[in-house]
């Protein structure tokens, strides 16, 4: 735990040294002043809007710009920055009571950091490997799991790169074979996901790998139930969960899948550079190492094994641990409340003004992304006009979709805002 007390005193001391060192004032007078103030728990109950306004406090991205791309990247708070500081103040003193301890802990079990993160996303602290984004623990699975030319991997077409490219690597290389179902947009229900996966899997199909929120329209798909019909039928689950940490409550052993990877830079905002990977503790024995050093074959050191890949950035996972307390703080009940709410009304008022769906209308099936369709509208423009005359940064894909993620410390003034540009860009390309 990391006290206010320590906070103050540590950066009082790192403000100073960054003055010496020519580091620019605003920084220096960022560490130096005490954080705004979490907002009292009895506030949301009386006014939800304003607990929500005074928590924007926290992040640093100005008052005058609104922030819709949290999908992509989030922005860490006050209580995430000052621990990555503290890490480091306390780190680069060179001062551990070990001389063989340095602050690289390149070989570290990092139980410190494993364990919070272990309770928050629900499994034990053997089946986690701290790792640096979800794309690199899904190269961990992509190379990692024995298959043979022609063993099958069945995935969805709307995979991030990150998840998918592995996977096509491994097919290129070793010739295993890469097969995709469509998902509708919008998935209607959890039903028509099963029946297309179910329908897939062949005699030869060993592993399933799914996002568990889709990078390409958000909808979130029923991982619980497709795990389960992987189990059934003898073949491993994979999940790239890189969206769901920090977005909605998560719980792994809930969830019964065999692998699982995230990255908590983006709903959990975490510092870029931290993220996890998950291994059923039945399966552990079954994943071979990517990165190799001391420690690979030791089976005692279960999913920590895949952790130990030399040098590391020690302090981004004070931010990472940082992070899990202040979601704690909050509420993970709240927050997910709020990111449906956000989304919700973003997409009804979209789908007002012309926009096509791409969410799903199961309310089950979406959370904090809403992907619309805005047809003749072309991304690439709409999102150059809304920042470079709107302050507004959105995010989608060619040739019109637009996809708004909508996190707790987005405002309700924030949404309106970007809606009455939408409707100013709409009007006067109507006008042309």
Known sequence: MIHRRGFLSSFAGIAGAAGALGVAP??????????????????????????????????????????????????????????????????????????EDYPIWGYGAWNEFRDPLAEFVGCTRDELALVRNATEANSYIANGLDMKPGDE??????????????????????????????????VPNAAAVLNLFNDAITPRTRVLFFSHITTVTGVVLPAKELSALARSKGILSAVDGAHVAGMMRLNLHELGCDMYTSSPHKWLQAPKGSGFLYVRDEVIDRLWNTIVTAGWDEPKLRAERFQRIGSSNVPALWGMRAAVQLANQIGMERIEKRHRQMADYILKEMVQRGAESWTSPDAALRCAIAS????????????????????????????????????????????DRYLAAFDEYKKGKAAA
């Open 26 to 99: 605003k920084w220096a007078a960022l560490l130096q002043q005490e954080a705004p103030k979490l907002p009292d728990s009895a506030l949301y109950g009386s006014n939800d809007e304003a607990y929500w306004t005074e928590m924007r406090k926290q992040f640093l991205i100005p008052t005058d710009e609104v922030y819709l791309n949290n999908g992509t990247v989030g922005s860490s708070p006050m209580p995430v920055l000052r621990a990555v500081f503290d890490g480091y103040n306390d780190t680069e003193k060179m001062a551990q009571s070990d001389p």
């Open 153 to 186: 991997v069945l995935m969805t077409d709307q995979e991030h790169p990150g998840g998918e490219q592995p996977w096509n690597l491994r097919a290129k290389r070793y010739g295993i074979v890469v097969k995709k179902i469509t998902l509708p947009k919008p």
């Open 372 to 415: 619309v369709n805005v047809a003749p509208i072309q991304i690439t423009e709409i999102e150059n006009w809304m920042w470079k005359t709107k302050k507004i940064r959105i995010r989608g894909g060619g040739p019109s979709k637009i996809r708004l993620s909508t996190p707790y410390y987005l405002l309700r003034k924030d949404v």
